[in-house]
DNA sequence: GTGGTCTAGACCACG
DNA sequence: GTGGTCTAGACCACA
């Protein structure tokens, strides 16, 4: 699986690997018991520190997102909170509201709205990034 | 203007204030030389120190989204960045692509975004907050 | 006399006046007994504070530069500190000296500065602006 | 890298640091990925406050000079602005500018001009001081 | 260790 | 009154 830290990122990078394993989970690409890459590997491949990635796989292991095993490894665990408690739901309805919370600070009608997701579902110009849960201020158009 | 900070976000204070005013730029509220608060009645107002409502406002400042005259006070600057090349687009399609991406990482078919967001329009329940920038991670749905 | 003010450069405004002022002295183009506009005028004029206007007024007579007098006005003093005490001479030499420093700073050999100062006094371009005594990190070519 | 601060020069000393750096990296001096002293170093050795060198990193960071990343501290940035869209040619025909202003504010003819650049230029006694942004009506000529 | 943020309080100069 | 700057010190989270 591609993962990608973003050092401009407000967002921590031991926050972005989290959060890009969990959409991993919710989006299926990640399955009960596939392997993890070992702490090492990947903070060789991301060039970030150990002691982030190590932190990172803490908190999936306290979120009982994955599970590690000394010396084995890290897996992706069993049964996935990620998979339960409608978490697919809280992310849609979540990016949901932000988009029409904005439209109505822009004064944007409800039907120029739904127009204008219809066009971007249309164009298929949006990528099928994962990581997507990072902190604005810094997103891809820097309001700067 | 209603300005309003939450501590609870992780969105630092300053920053809050920054994108309040220029979303209220953006969506007209706040006109070309309208005046602002002065630092320290905005600071009092909001319950914080003075030099972090400073700290917004030479943000701004910055940006060119306000201008500041020593001794006068600040104001919404004349030609504004926000009101030009595309801000809303931008924050718009921005927030698009980020449905978009996500609902493919979830396979949720196109129809079915187009549902959603149409019902949540219909719900009326998003809120007309210009505090839109807000941080993820701490959003509703905290990082657990 | 053209009077400028840039509400945006770190020099205060009565600053920016007085050595406007100086400038036409040096020059030659303000000459002993002429008259200043009045303060209200000026300030009226620049859009400005008579209190900044009347600052200005009062740092001139300080330097004997001009001379106030009371109910008739501000005139230009007959025998001027400006005319005297090699003000000329200090202004060209601090400026050549600053273009020097910034020119060895870059490494830039002495003959092509020579070069770049030669193309620039035939090109004519160089405004004949008086206005020049002002803060830099403000100029035209803000650098940010 | 040498940094000093003046703090008789009216210029902020934050804005000091920043000139400095922009001017080292502008002279080649600080290159792509170098490192720059720690905030707390850097206020320790210049004896200034922690707050004031983080302003100054921080207005860096914002002109993408430079990139500061958590942790890990601040770097030279790889694409640097400073060394794109003539940053010395506009910084040089600045000065450049404003000899020629003053000097025919001064009837000084070109002649004279470049006689007056040549032999301060082998003079020799400009210092090569990368502080040269420096506000004026601070330098050595003070306003009075 | 690092940078990020905030507070409290101070002094200054400008308007 | 205003903004501009700086200090001292604190707490936090990240690497």
Chains 1, 2, 3, 4 share one sequence.
Request: glycine share 6%; proline share 4%; charged share 40%.
């Amino acid at each position: 699986m591609h993962l990608e830290i973003n050092p401009r990122d407000r967002k921590p990078a031991y926050l972005q690997i989290v959060d890009q394993i969990k959409m991993g989970v919710a989006s299926g690409r990640l399955q009960p018991r596939d392997p993890l890459p070992s702490i090492r590997q990947l903070a060789e491949r991301l060039r970030i520190n150990r002691n982030t990635v190590d932190k990172a796989y803490r908190e999936l292991d306290r979120q009982r997102v994955i599970r590690t095993e000394r010396g084995r490894g890290a897996f992706i665990a069993e049964s996935n909170p990620v998979d339960e408690d409608g978490f697919r739901d809280r992310v849609l309805s979540d990016v949901i509201d932000r988009l029409i919370a904005k439209a109505r600070a822009f004064r944007v009608s409800d039907d120029e709205v739904l127009d204008l997701v219809q066009k971007r579902l249309a164009g298929g110009e949006a990528s099928d990034d994962l990581d997507e849960q990072r902190s604005r201020s810094e997103g891809k158009h820097a309001k700067d």
